[in-house]
C-alpha cells in the first residue's frame, strides 16, 4: 500500500523559509514520480511542483512558484523535499505530497495523497 507522510510546515512570516519532506513507503520509491500540491481555503488543490521517476528526472514548477521553490529527492530515504523561499501571504495552505499518475496540459494530476501540512505565510 502506497503511503506518504508529509512534514515541515508551520507559520512563517513573509520573505522567510520553510522545507517540507515528503516520505514515502510501500513501494518502490524510484519508480514513481512525486509532486507537490496545496490548497487553500476555499480553493481546488492545485500542483505546485513535481519530479519525475524518469532518467531526466524532469521538473515542474508552477508560474506561482519559479524562482522560489525547488524540488529534491533523496532515494536512499525515500524522501521528497520542497524548498520554500521567499514565502508570501498567498502560498498560505494545506500541502500535500501525491504520486503522479499523468499529465495534463503540462501540470501533473496526483494521487495517493499524504495527510497534508500547513504552511501559513504572515504579512
Known amino acids: 500500500e502506497v503511503q506518504l507522510v508529509e512534514s515541515g510546515g508551520g507559520l512563517v512570516q513573509a520573505g522567510g523559509s520553510l522545507r517540507l519532506s515528503c516520505v514515502g513507503s510501500g513501494f518502490t520509491f524510484d519508480d514513481y514520480s512525486i509532486g507537490w500540491f496545496r490548497q487553500a481555503p476555499g480553493k481546488e488543490r492545485e500542483a505546485v511542483s513535481s519530479?519525475?521517476?524518469?532518467?531526466?528526472?524532469?521538473?515542474y514548477y508552477a508560474d506561482a512558484v519559479k524562482g522560489r521553490f525547488t524540488i529534491s529527492t533523496e532515494s536512499a530515504k525515500n524522501t521528497v523535499y520542497l524548498q520554500m523561499n521567499n514565502l508570501k501571504p498567498e502560498d498560505t495552505a494545506v500541502y500535500y505530497c501525491g504520486t503522479i499518475v499523468a499529465y495534463y496540459r503540462g501540470r501533473p494530476i496526483g494521487n495517493h495523497w499524504g495527510q497534508g501540512t500547513q504552511v501559513t505565510v504572515s504579512s
Open positions: 519530479i519525475s521517476s524518469a532518467s531526466d528526472g524532469q521538473i
